[in-house]
């Protein structure tokens, strides 16, 4: 089975973990669109057009479904694609109704991109939810994701200024649950934690995308909890930009999370 993970960079490595519990066998193509990143300063045209390439490099690759590991290239791209999509499409969307239903009281603090914060697929998923303009708070961190990408030397000193000096200020006395909709924010979800309070609660899209990826494969879900990460994995890696560079600081990303890949090229094509 081969499944495609799709970012504007590393961000998607972390939704690719989550699928990598549910689903350790098989073949993942990580494809980063680092030629274009960021996405979320970019028109939703433009978003569009590189997911729809990805797309087809996908399908060139011959995946069995596709994960578009991105909030703003799901808010900009996913339902377009899904009309004329030839596998399973499965997208990424805030984790604002598993936020709303665990904690039931207060503020929900949504962290995200100019495109996911302004988009339609927002105003609609607040719009269906019980008390979900009410209580759901969006803020655009433009640039945060940026300098999670860049994972230069001072990368997490630059992060945790940022979200003193941009977030912090959002979290008001009723907010007891952040829900980040960025997937580079999750490589920073300790920082995020200390920087709003120890009380907060941290969530994210992750575990539902790889359950919903179960799902459409037909794939049984045999635990309520996230199974172990497996110490081996089959991925590939493509970014369009910088691939060596790239893929090198994603090799080293997977290996601090436990797991290393199989000795096999990056590009399947």
Same mark, same amino acid.
């Given at each position: 089975?081969?499944?495609?993970?799709?970012?504007?960079?590393?961000?998607?490595?972390?939704?690719?973990?989550? /699928?990598?519990?549910?689903?350790?066998?098989?073949?993942?193509?990580? #494809?980063?669109?680092?030629?274009?990143? %960021?996405?979320?300063?970019?028109?939703?045209?433009?978003?569009?057009?590189?997911?729809?390439?990805?797309?087809?490099?996908?399908?060139?690759?011959?995946?069995?479904?596709?994960?578009?590991? /991105?909030?703003?290239?799901?808010?900009?791209?996913?339902?377009?694609?899904?009309?004329?999509?030839?596998?399973?499409?499965?997208?990424? *969307?805030?984790?604002?109704?598993?936020?709303?239903?665990?904690?039931?009281?207060?503020?929900?603090?949504?962290?995200?991109?100019?495109?996911?914060?302004?988009? *339609?697929?927002?105003?609609?998923?607040?719009?269906?939810? *019980?008390?979900?303009?009410?209580?759901?708070?969006?803020?655009?961190?433009?640039?945060?994701?940026?300098?999670?990408?860049?994972?230069?030397?001072?990368?997490?000193?630059?992060?945790?200024?940022?979200?003193?000096?941009?977030?912090?200020?959002?979290?008001?006395?009723?907010?007891?649950?952040?829900?980040?909709? /960025?997937?580079?924010?999750?490589?920073?979800?300790?920082?995020?934690?200390?920087?709003?309070?120890?009380?907060?609660?941290?969530?994210?899209?992750? *575990?539902?995308?790889?359950?919903?990826?179960?799902?459409?494969?037909?794939?049984?879900?045999?635990?309520?909890?996230? %199974? %172990?990460?497996?110490?081996?994995?089959?991925?590939?890696? #493509?970014?369009?930009?910088?691939?060596?560079?790239?893929?090198?600081?994603?090799?080293?990303?997977?290996?601090?999370?436990?797991?290393?890949?199989?000795?096999?090229?990056?590009?399947?094509?």
């Amino acid at each position: 089975m081969r499944i495609g993970i799709f970012d504007s960079g590393i961000g998607g490595l972390s939704t690719l973990l989550s /699928c990598l519990r549910y689903l350790p066998d098989a073949h993942y193509l990580f #494809y980063g669109d680092s030629a274009h990143a %960021p996405y979320g300063d970019k028109s939703p045209a433009q978003v569009r057009e590189w997911t729809e390439a990805a797309y087809a490099w996908f399908i060139a690759a011959g995946v069995d479904a596709v994960v578009l590991a /991105c909030n703003t290239a799901t808010s900009a791209a996913v339902a377009p694609l899904r009309e004329r999509a030839d596998v399973p499409i499965i997208g990424i *969307e805030p984790a604002i109704r598993k936020a709303l239903t665990e904690h039931p009281q207060g503020g929900v603090l949504l962290l995200a991109t100019s495109i996911t914060v302004g988009g *339609e697929k927002l105003r609609n998923l607040l719009n269906l939810l *019980e008390n979900g303009q009410e209580r759901v708070r969006p803020l655009a961190c433009s640039g945060l994701a940026e300098i999670i990408e860049a994972q230069d030397a001072d990368w997490r000193l630059r992060a945790g200024r940022y979200l003193q000096a941009q977030v912090r200020p959002a979290r008001t006395a009723d907010i007891g649950v952040v829900v980040l909709g /960025c997937t580079h924010y999750c490589w920073i979800d300790d920082l995020i934690h200390d920087t709003l309070g120890g009380d907060i609660t941290v969530v994210d899209g992750n *575990e539902g995308v790889a359950r919903q990826l179960c799902r459409r494969l037909g794939v049984p879900i045999r635990t309520d909890t996230a %199974p %172990p990460l497996p110490r081996h994995a089959r991925i590939s890696l #493509y970014f369009t930009a910088n691939n060596d560079v790239k893929s090198h600081l994603a090799r080293q990303l997977l290996a601090a999370s436990g797991v290393r890949m199989d000795s096999q090229p990056d590009s399947p094509l």
